[in-house]
């Protein structure tokens, strides 16, 4: 690329003014082969246009997690919720992401007790006093996706192991995202999740994980929410991630409905707790773009 030429990024600026300094940073950098290290592909890297449209994303997406909260009653149906939720993303001009992607067929994904993930909003399942219960919504808007995800805890009160493990998930996300740092590596992020989760005698599930999100949905790198420091994708200013870690009371282990091909469970039956934020890597740490 000619140094006056416009940069890669789309930006319009010209190279030497933009991402030269970065290409030339990256192209010293020695990459360990045996720890997964690995540079990003451009196409992850967002331009200031791009961020500022998957922060207006992320703006839409909290006002739907916030009014989710005040639906967390017992006696109330999931669709409902569902159908709510649906309703402020239209009033917003925006859509969810989750409505027909992959034949799903909800626009949330609420997720109870031993529900994992995926939890299909339904008539049927009614909330109750003391559930745990995790909301996930996918806004897509202008063209941009914004992912986040928060627990309630239905009447205000549970168990006090369940409110445990609902806070330790949290924290667990929490020191995930505050281990994402730019020209550090991926593995910093599951590290930290996967070790507040073990430190309190919880289990981290492996088959499910974070992903790169803002021009799609899921995109790379997947973030794994257990691992080594200092593995995998180099993390550098412009990527958008998820850190969203599912964390068990028991065993690590899943099982997929056979029936619905959707909702997730503990192996167990034992209590799951997630949380998820959008997080943008900056030239100094991290910018939340959805909570
Ligand atoms: N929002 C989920 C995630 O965090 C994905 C849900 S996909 C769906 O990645 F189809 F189940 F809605
Ligand atoms: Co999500
Ligand atoms: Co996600």
Redesign the pocket.
């Known amino acids: 690329m000619n140094r006056n030429d416009e940069c890669w990024c789309g930006s319009g600026k010209k190279y030497k003014k933009c991402h030269e300094a970065f290409d030339e940073r990256i192209k010293e950098m020695k990459f360990d082969f045996m720890r997964g290290q690995v540079r990003p592909p451009r196409k992850l890297i967002n331009n200031a246009a791009d961020i500022a449209a998957v922060r207006a994303a992320g703006v839409v997406n909290d006002g739907a997690l916030d009014l989710a909260a005040g639906m967390m009653r017992p006696g109330v149906n999931t669709e409902s919720i569902d159908d709510a939720i649906a309703d402020y993303l239209t009033a917003k001009g925006a859509v969810s992401a ?1 409505k027909g ?2 034949g ?1 067929p909800k626009n949330t ?1 609420i997720s109870i007790n031993d529900v994992v ?2 939890g299909i909003p339904s008539k049927k399942t009614i909330l109750k006093e003391g559930d745990i219960v995790n909301v ?1 919504i ?1 806004t897509k808007y202008n063209g941009y996706f914004a ?1 986040a ?1 928060r627990m309630y805890i239905v009447g205000g009160h549970a168990d006090a192991n369940a409110e445990r493990l609902v806070r330790v998930s949290r924290e667990c996300m929490e020191l995930g995202i505050a281990a994402a740092k730019p020209w550090h590596f991926l593995g910093d992020i599951g590290a930290a999740c996967g070790t507040h989760a073990r430190e309190n005698g919880y289990s981290v599930v492996t088959d499910l994980g974070g ?1 790169g999100v803002g021009k799609g949905f ?1 995109m790379e790198p997947f973030v794994p929410h257990t691992g080594q420091p200092d593995t995998g994708m180099l993390l550098v200013p412009g990527m958008i991630l ?1 850190v ?1 870690p599912m964390i068990n009371e028991g065993t690590y282990k899943v099982t997929v409905d056979k029936k619905d091909g ?1 909702t997730v469970r503990t192996k167990d039956k034992k209590l799951s707790a997630q949380w ?1 934020n959008t997080i943008l890597i900056t030239e100094t740490g991290v910018e939340i773009l959805s909570s």
């Open positions: 989750d992607f992959e799903y994904c993930c995926h996930d996918t992912d995800s992903h899921h998820t969203e959707w998820e």
